[in-house]
């Protein structure tokens, strides 16, 4: 593993930051006391606050799944915007083209496997993965294969694939995701849903069928994008639940067995969207900024729910915090709400690409993408000496069990390209015991949304943000 696990005994640090501003010391501080003392009244009015958890009503229940290029993805937009103007934020939209993927009739039943009834069929559960071509409108049938890596595909060859069915049954880590650690599991079961298709493809393969790489055990298929290749042919690609990988692995292992497969999704001219973009201005350093940042887009199964309308709205909930509280931060606090993080992360890249002279003012950038369960601290992406600079604040989220921080590489994909150019990055650390059983599934709902941790989510969104907005000395990076 290549983060470092950095519990810090934050009470001791923080009571000697206090004592060193009290003193006035020479040593340059780096919170005001008045900060030091605004911070636990910020945490204090988050844990108070539904705010969040009504936004997220809203962007769920009222108006729905929020794929890129659909008619609900640029009411969320509008939504957002709205909002942040009634309070009072400067609201721009930046234009972004986004893919405009739809999804429609997917279907998958066993034709032929040994020991079968006559004249039955066996029902699969699946779904098309994003950015899948369509097969013909009345289906395709051919042999299934399996295979466990991409070493055993090549072994098979172009006269063990061509012309069949390819299934990649990559399973998915129960015990990582049991032990909180459920984005691991992700991370390795998800190799062949990208590529898995278009390297089937080179060996003549007709479709790819990819084990969901979710934790769900209520049959329920997790979809998730593809990336064609550019000089292979694009074949129909779906995804398959734990339970009928389970089932074709065994059938197959039996004997000959087929399955017709029907997947009419439409890819039509990248769409018009938007990120929306509202500052709240900062008193002193109006030009530096902190990101508090998610992305409004979902995937279209369930209403986007876990991934990511309680990051938009955990986001969308500082200002208002602040607001409440009358307090103005010293640096601009700009609420982003991402376009496009699922099949493309346009809205992440154009964000990076439009404001790349202006990197050096962009003082942290914080993202919550990993849904809402409790989190038990930040993690942080940047230079190791910066630290000490999280401890007081850290202490202050130490009050509801979100006090840790531990040090990754990356912490937000919409964020990922400030990230590479060294804007320090931030996002609440949470457990993911539970997260991967919702996510891209049609389970991903507003019911799921606890809105007790949710209210701790946003405490750590607005204290990290706040505290880093009136930090008295620039962090190292
Ligand atoms: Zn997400």
Known sequence: MKFKLIVLSALAAAATFTAAAQQATPTPAIYSAKTLAELPLVRDAALKSDYAYERTRFMTNNIGPRLSGSAQAARAVEYVAEEMRELGLEVRLQELKVPHWVRGIETGELTEFPGMAKGTTQKIVLTALGGSVATPESGLTAELVVVTSYEQLERLGRKGIEGKIVLFNEKFDHR???????????????RFRGGGPSAASRLGAVAVLVRSAGASQMRLPHTGGT????????????????????????????????????????????????????D????????????????????????????????????????????????QPKRTIRVIAYMNEENGLVGGTEYAKAEANNIANHIAAIEADLGASHPMGVLFAGK???????????????????????????????????????????????????????????????????????????SVMAVTAYALANMEQPLPR
Not at 227 to 246: G, H, L, M, Q
Not at 280 to 306: C, Y
């Open 227 to 278: 990336r064609y290749a550019d000089d292979v042919k694009k074949i129909p690609a779906a995804s398959v639940t734990y339970e009928d990988a389970d089932l074709i692995d065994d059938l197959v292992k039996q004997g000959t067995t087929k399955m017709r497969l029907v997947l009419t999704p439409k890819t039509y001219p990248d769409a018009v969207s938007h990120n929306v973009i509202a």
């Open 384 to 458: 190791p000496e910066a630290l000490p600079f999280f401890t007081p604040f850290l202490e202050v989220l130490r009050e509801h069990g979100s006090g840790l921080i531990r040090t990754e590489g990356g912490v937000g994909a919409d964020i990922g390209p400030l990230t590479q150019r060294g804007v320090p990055s931030f996002a609440p650390w949470f457990n993911t015991r539970t997260y991967f059983m919702y996510h891209h599934t049609a389970a991903d709902t507003f019911d799921k949304v606890n809105p007790e941790e949710l209210a701790r989510v946003g």
């Open 280 to 327: 709240l201005k900062g008193s002193e350093r109006p030009d530096e900024i902190v990101i508090v940042s998610g992305h409004l887009d979902s995937w279209d199964l369930g209403t986007g729910a876990l991934d990511d309308a309680t990051g938009v709205a955990a986001a969308m909930q500082v200002p208002y915090l602040l607001k409440q509280l009358g307090l």
């Open 176 to 190: 990582l995701s049991d032990s909180g650690e459920g984005l691991k599991a992700y991370g390795q079961a998800v």
